[in-house]
């Protein structure tokens, strides 16, 4: 009798990554490399301000927004 195949989608594996940089490392099994991204995303935002000056585009502050940003 076989083995099957654990086929991983590259499509779901580029949608995950979407979402989050990292899940699709997650999604095909590389842990490690995962959450070396994940965890750069999630630093490289909170040090750039990113979210709270998405906040403000959505709020149409965007002068507000560009003062964060610089």
């Known amino acids: 009798m076989e083995k099957p195949t654990n086929y991983k989608s590259p499509v779901a594996a580029l949608l995950w990554s979407f979402a989050l940089p990292g899940f699709g490392q ?3 099994g590389d842990y490690l490399l995962g959450f070396l991204f994940m965890a ?3 630093t490289i935002n909170h040090q750039s301000r990113l979210n709270l000056a998405i906040i403000y585009a ?3 502050n965007f002068e507000n ?3 964060v940003i610089n």
């Open 26 to 28: 997650f999604y095909n």
């Open 40 to 42: 750069l995303e999630l």
């Open 58 to 60: 959505f709020q149409e």
């Open 65 to 67: 927004g560009h003062h």
